[in-house]
């Protein structure tokens, strides 16, 4: 039998696994030590970028590492390809976005308990991480979430900072939640959630 190449065993492994992984993750499945990984994660990323007419590109989010479609194809996709969410959990992932890294605790504060059901969901449909910090956890998008919502970054700063334009120049949450829902952690007195008027799917 011919032996793999590693570049070519870790692309079918990102693409396999459909979410994002780590380089600790990725050596104990593939039996190769970190700093190998690393090398071929950054080699193969290199691949993809000069592989002529290719759809796919090497995304690095914080400490993980995932195979996505690269933006400017993803938008051609057809509506098939794509992850349609519920209409409930749009709320939810709106926020995360917005608000992100948002704290667990802020969510039920402005959703309600349901927001418990919310996240886990979500997480399931790989378009949030979600990272214990305290009593609490703290709540990131994906790059799934990216590729969902055309977004063409990966990055948490930057899909936020996105993400807050698309609501200014398109009015994307009007109507879906009160102004109070936007102001940052730490700025609203007590539950707000008497305030919002969301109608359940």
């Given at each position: 039998?011919?032996?793999?190449?590693?570049?070519?065993l870790?692309?079918?492994?990102?693409?396999?696994a459909?979410?994002?992984?780590?380089?600790?993750?990725?050596?104990?499945?593939?039996?190769?030590?970190?700093?190998?990984?690393?090398?071929?994660?950054?080699?193969?990323?290199?691949?993809?970028?000069?592989?002529?007419?290719?759809?796919?590109q090497?995304?690095?989010v914080?400490?993980?590492?995932?195979?996505?479609?690269?933006?400017?194809?993803?938008?051609?996709l057809?509506?098939?390809?794509?992850?349609?969410?519920?209409?409930?959990?749009?709320?939810?992932?709106?926020?995360?976005?917005?608000?992100?890294?948002?704290?667990?605790?802020?969510?039920?504060?402005?959703?309600?308990?349901?927001?418990?059901?919310?996240?886990?969901?979500?997480?399931?449909?790989?378009?949030?991480?979600r990272?214990?910090?305290?009593?609490?956890?703290?709540?990131?998008?994906?790059?799934?979430?990216s590729?969902?919502?055309?977004?063409?970054?990966?990055?948490?700063?930057?899909?936020?900072?996105?993400?807050?334009?698309q609501?200014?120049?398109?009015?994307?949450?009007?109507?879906?939640?009160?102004?109070?829902?936007?102001?940052?952690?730490?700025?609203?007195?007590?539950?707000?959630?008497?305030k919002?008027?969301?109608?359940?799917?």
């Amino acid at each position: 039998m011919t032996e793999v190449q590693l570049d070519t065993l870790l692309e079918a492994t990102l693409f396999g696994a459909g979410k994002s992984m780590t380089v600790s993750e990725l050596s104990e499945s593939l039996g190769y030590d970190e700093d190998e990984m690393l090398d071929s994660l950054y080699s193969l990323r290199s691949t993809l970028k000069r592989r002529r007419g290719g759809a796919l590109q090497i995304a690095e989010v914080g400490d993980r590492w995932a195979i996505e479609v690269k933006p400017d194809i993803a938008e051609h996709l057809p509506k098939e390809a794509k992850t349609e969410l519920p209409k409930k959990l749009l709320k939810a992932a709106s926020l995360i976005a917005y608000h992100q890294p948002m704290a667990q605790s802020r969510l039920i504060e402005l959703l309600g308990q349901k927001a418990y059901d919310y996240v886990r969901e979500l997480a399931q449909y790989g378009m949030i991480d979600r990272r214990r910090d305290g009593n609490t956890r703290r709540l990131t998008t994906t790059r799934r979430f990216s590729e969902s919502f055309g977004c063409p970054y990966t990055d948490r700063k930057k899909v936020r900072e996105w993400f807050r334009e698309q609501v200014q120049n398109t009015g994307l949450l009007d109507g879906l939640v009160g102004k109070e829902v936007l102001k940052e952690e730490g700025q609203s007195q007590g539950s707000i959630q008497s305030k919002l008027n969301f109608e359940e799917e």
